[in-house]
């Protein structure tokens, strides 16, 4: 029987070999998409969840609000908390630091660039990174001790036992000896925590300054809770212990903030560590948005409903089609289980064929869609445990959804009716309307969503930063160089050279380099009992030519005054007006333990992305390395000025990698995120409008085929092509308006929804909705209207010759 089946399901999905393949080629597409988003979306929700008791692991976080009342959170921690913790907090089984920075290794004349992190010898208790050398209570004991990676250790080892070996680090401006006593595993690629060794958070240049500094905040915090230990009794001994030691800050912040949510001026929170990955607030717009996540499962979830509606519509539309063999069946004696067997079992056999190609197709699409959406999907993705069992009940789902209905539809035929030719399906149904309506509503949903990205994501590129970012080149300084000396020597390369206009330095750099790092630092001081914050920025001479930035009181840096590299700065306006002055040239103002005098104000810039609101600056050439060498160049030869610049590097660095780029590119960068939604956005709404015009097609088909006798009856009574085409379409293109009605106040909210994670947005464009609707009229009229054109001219004698 099994056999008597398979070659009638093969024989009838040869007979309709056109809509075989359209069902093929849709649900193999819609399980290729939705497998690939899916993974993706895993891989990033299963970030940080390797660690053995990952839900015992915190980050700490400040949590106070601004004088509007809008919350102020910070995971920025100062030197001396984590002692008291492990001193006055009996809760906590272990702490550490954490400060990312990238430094330069050496050893013998060999120098290399590698991710040297700063943290306590309890990283590695907190952590569940295998030690593969070492003991886990002493290998970071000592000062001078130092854990390498597994791939660290063959760079720089070989085939060596790096075990007691000496290497030399550069902390800050200076080579120190270090000697390694662990080898811990690689990161995984799922890891917020990523590093190529470990040295002791004591190390650092600053750690003596500011070990006892309570209002100086720099790194993480970690925590790991014993056993038995909850996040809701440790938070109530935090807020004590808040409250002992920042007092001062509380009683300040008392005369005009307001409190937070829990109710208290500033509160010492918990953020699990499974939550890190996603914090866009605390770690400066760097998190990945769960939001994010969420919207590519949606994506492709709505590609494979499209996908089934497809199916659904065409077995459906050929149910009549195979009424007499079901009546025939039924008066043989086959039952509707039977039937619907057989029936289902049609489905089944395609939706096979489907799958296996859906994962050929996503395993050969895999460089491809890791390149384009900046995934690290392997093949191993494919064969987990929880990816196979996933895969396979979304297989039996959409088989059982796809092919249930239908199947049941076809076998609910009166075998008698069936038999006297009085079953047809000239009116459409309720259920195929609402289906073709949705998957048209998805379709202009994606459509209208891809539209507004693209106007967002060209806004944030056009609109003016203040800064003149074309023709300048960043260079990393690195670890290996002085930042200042560097500059001077580069100047000195560069000079007389026709196609440098100006070369300067600063602390931050414009845009995401090819360095990968970002920094940060921020002051908040008391001026004339006014409460001011500002970012603060190292830069160095010819930084207001080398970017653009107007001057609009005093004047720039100049090297003819000996206090600019002291003490003198520079302001934004909006630090000027915070600051209350209409004319500050000449004041003075004292953000830490040292006086400051204003001898000019800029036009206010962005120093960072159009995802925050641009902070007042403050510009100074006294505290902070150089750590980014600015170029600007002639605009007639880019790429000979990029070639020179490089030589002028090499010649100064003869080891280290040039990391040059053009600021416009740096600043292009900020919006991967965005352009790689807007990506998904723009390939989803393209495939799922393919796959409803195939839908709408195959439907399109069946219909006209249906109304053959009467199109030919219309044409001898004298109906012209052009209404018979807008006959056959109109009832189409009704559907499709109300599939557009129903998407665009959808589509509306979820865009001003995406629009509320940028300080600097467009307006919601009311003809993207008009475009969207447009687009997706044609298209279907386009779909339809070319069989509708094909009906309306055949010869009627031919429609009716069977009459």
């Not at 995984?188 to 990523?194: A, C, L, R």
């Not at 500011?210 to 014993?226: A, E, I, M, Q």
């Not at 659904?312 to 008066?331: C, H, M, P, W, Y």
Request: hydrophobic fraction near 45%; charge should be positive.
């Amino acid at each position: 029987m099994f056999r008597s089946y398979l070659k009638i399901a093969l024989r009838n999905l040869w007979k309709h070999r056109t809509h075989t393949v359209i069902n093929v080629v849709g649900l193999a597409v819609a399980f290729a998409t939705g497998l690939l988003l899916f993974l993706t979306s895993a891989f990033e929700l299963s970030y940080d969840r390797f660690h053995t008791d990952a839900d015992r692991i915190f980050r700490l976080y400040f949590e106070e609000n601004n004088r509007d009342g809008t919350s102020n959170n910070s995971a920025s921690m100062p030197y001396p908390l984590t002692p008291a913790l492990k001193a006055e907090i009996p809760e906590l089984e272990a702490v550490t630091r954490i400060i990312w920075s990238s430094g330069g290794v050496r050893r013998g004349d060999q120098t290399y660039r590698k991710m040297v992190r700063s943290c306590d010898a309890d990283f590695l208790k907190v952590f569940s990174f295998p030690l593969k050398k070492g003991n886990i209570n002493s290998a970071l004991a000592d000062l001078s001790n130092i854990v390498i990676s597994e791939n660290m250790a063959k760079d720089v080892f070989g085939k060596e036992d790096p075990i007691g070996k000496s290497l030399q680090i550069r902390v800050d401006d200076g080579w120190r000896p270090f000697v390694v006593t662990g080898i811990i595993g690689d990161f995984p690629d799922n890891s917020t925590q990523q590093y190529d060794a470990l040295i002791r958070v004591e190390n650092k240049g600053d750690y003596a300054e500011y070990k006892s500094r309570w209002d100086h905040t720099n790194h993480d915090v970690f925590v790991k809770l014993k056993p038995g230990v909850t996040p809701a009794m440790l938070e109530r001994r935090l807020q004590a212990f808040t409250n002992k030691y920042f007092a001062s800050d509380i009683k300040e912040r008392e005369k005009d903030y307001p409190k937070n949510r829990l109710g208290y001026q500033k509160s010492l929170l918990l953020m699990p560590l499974t939550d890190v990955h996603f914090d866009t607030e605390t770690g400066n717009g760097q998190g990945v948005s769960r939001m994010y996540i969420y919207t590519l499962l949606l994506v492709g979830l709505f590609i494979l409903v499209i996908a089934c509606i497809n199916f659904i519509n065409l077995t459906i539309a050929q149910a009549v089609g195979r009424a007499r063999e079901v009546g025939v069946r039924k008066s043989l004696g086959a039952g509707r289980a039977q039937l619907f067997g057989q029936i289902w079992g049609e489905t089944f056999l395609l939706c096979s064929v489907s799958l296996l190609i859906g994962l050929g197709v996503a395993w050969g699409s895999l460089p491809t869609f890791n390149q384009l959406f900046s995934s690290h999907l392997k093949l191993d993705n494919f064969l987990q445990a929880d990816v196979l069992t996933v895969t396979g009940l979304s297989f039996l789902l959409v088989t059982l959804i796809a092919g249930g209905y239908p199947s049941w539809f076809a076998t609910r035929f009166n075998a008698v009716e069936v038999l006297k030719g009085k079953v047809s399906m000239k009116r459409p149904g309720v259920l195929r309307n609402s289906l073709i309506v949705a998957q048209f509503a998805i379709a202009c949903l994606l459509i209208v969503c891809t539209l507004v990205m693209g106007q967002q994501i060209t806004y944030l590129r056009e609109k003016p930063m203040g800064i003149n970012e074309e023709q300048v080149i960043s260079i990393p300084v690195g670890q290996d160089l002085d930042g200042a000396t560097a500059l001077q020597q580069v100047r000195n390369q560069l000079a007389n050279k026709p196609s440098i206009v100006s070369v300067s330095g600063s602390g931050v750099n414009i845009g995401s380099g090819l360095d990968g790092n970002s920094s940060r630092m921020m002051f908040g001081f008391a001026y004339k009992k006014r409460d001011v914050r500002c970012d603060w920025l190292r830069i160095d001479f010819d930084y207001l030519k080398t970017l653009g930035v107007k001057l609009v009181q005093g004047r720039d840096f100049s090297p003819t005054f000996g206090t600019d590299t002291v003490s003198s700065v520079l302001i934004s306006e909006s630090m000027a007006k915070q600051l209350g002055e209409s004319n500050p040239v000449g004041k003075f103002i004292k953000p830490d333990q040292k006086q400051y005098q204003i001898v000019g104000v800029v036009s206010d810039f962005n120093l960072y992305s159009l995802h925050q609101k641009a902070e007042p600056i403050t510009l100074q050439m006294s505290d902070g390395p150089i750590s980014y060498v600015l170029v600007r160049v002639a605009p007639q030869n880019l790429t000979s000025a990029m070639e020179t610049v490089k030589a002028a590097w090499s010649a100064i660095a003869p080891k280290q990698e040039f990391q040059g780029s053009f600021l416009n590119e740096n600043t292009d960068r900020w919006y991967r995120r965005e352009q790689r939604l807007s990506t998904i956005f723009s390939t989803a709404a393209g495939i799922a409008i393919l796959l409803s015009c195939m839908g709408l097609f195959a439907i399109a088909v069946l219909s006209i085929e249906q109304r053959t006798k009467e199109i030919g009856v219309r044409k001898v009574l004298g109906a012209s092509v052009a209404s018979i085409v807008g006959l056959l379409s109109k009832d189409f293109l009704k559907l499709v308006l109300i599939g557009i009605v129903i998407a665009s106040p959808v589509a509306w909210w979820a865009m001003s929804q995406w629009l509320t994670n940028f300080a600097y947005k467009i307006d919601m464009p009311w003809w993207v909705f008009i475009l969207a609707g447009v687009l997706a009229v044609v298209i279907a009229l386009l779909t339809v209207s070319y069989q509708s054109i094909r009906a309306a001219l055949t010869n009627p004698v031919k429609s009716l010759r069977s009459e």
